[in-house]
């Protein structure tokens, strides 16, 4: 087993989860939504991604495919408005907000 993996349980130390992951309110907004997209057929896998700079819920059509979308948190945004992002594909920033639940709500993902 590597030295280098950490397990943790019921970790108390909160700085750890803010810093480099969303928050238990932010995944299970993001979670509903994910479940509502599968539910109608417009989504079909996930995947995360996380490093030192943002975490990122990448969604899929097909897991064969690259991902559609990506709901991205930022750690260290350059201003306020760049926290929480979707990107497409490539990168391109297609909406950006401060707020999680007030950008996913707003976004229509069929015209996306």
């Known amino acids: 087993m590597s030295s280098n993996?950490?397990?943790v349980i019921n970790n108390s130390?909160?700085?750890f989860e803010d810093k480099y992951f969303f928050e238990k309110k932010?995944?299970?907004i993001?979670?509903?939504l994910y479940a509502k997209m599968?539910?109608?057929g417009s989504w079909k896998d996930y995947g995360l991604s996380i490093s030192s700079k943002q975490v990122g819920f990448s969604v899929f059509k097909n897991a064969t495919e690259n991902a559609l979308y990506k709901i991205c948190k930022n750690f260290k945004p350059k201003n306020k408005n760049l926290k929480y992002l979707i990107t497409d594909t490539n990168g391109k920033i297609l909406k950006n907000s401060d707020e999680l639940d007030q950008?996913?709500?707003n976004t229509n993902w069929k015209k996306l």
Request: glycine share 0%.
């Open 30 to 32: 993001i979670l509903d």
């Open 38 to 40: 599968v539910s109608e």
């Open 26 to 28: 932010e995944l299970k």
């Open 103 to 105: 950008l996913l709500k």
């Open 13 to 15: 130390n909160k700085k």
């Open 5 to 7: 993996l950490k397990l």
